[in-house]
Nanobody, 119 residues
Framework: QVQLVESGGGLVQAGGSLRLSCAAS????????MGWYRQAPGKQRELVAT???????NYADSVKGRFTISRGNAKNTVYLQMNSLKPEDTAVYYC?????????????WGQGTQVTVSS
């Protein structure tokens, strides 16, 4: 079993910063890509940023230049540094990981962490 645990969400004023963290644990052989997605009330879940095992990154246009995704040295953690936050960034943020276990490759999700940006 694989678990993803997020932390770092909270309430911040517009223009402020937050850093989200996600740690993967369990029966992991290796982790390929990791990423962050978000879901605002009444909207579909959307990609925020992804990072491959080799360090290649991809960002949604709405966060380019403001958010930075990175992997930890142990490669089982992923971070999202969010700067210049806007009220429209308010959402539940979910960590995602593409994980190889002894049983094959699967996609896993964290439980989500709330980010609220006040105007």
């Amino acid at each position: 079993q694989v678990q993803l645990v997020e932390s770092g969400g909270g309430l911040v004023q517009a223009g402020g910063s937050l850093r989200l963290s996600c740690a993967a644990s369990g029966s992991i052989s290796s982790i390929n890509a990791m990423g962050w997605y978000r879901q605002a009330p009444g909207k579909q879940r959307e990609l925020v940023a992804t990072i491959t095992g080799g360090g290649s990154t991809n960002y949604a246009d709405s966060v380019k230049g403001r958010f930075t995704i990175s992997r930890g040295n142990a490669k089982n953690t992923v971070y999202l540094q969010m700067n210049s936050l806007k009220p429209e960034d308010t959402a539940v943020y979910y960590c995602n990981a593409n994980v190889y276990t002894a049983y094959g490759r699967n996609n896993y999700w964290g439980q989500g962490t709330q980010v609220t940006v006040s105007s």
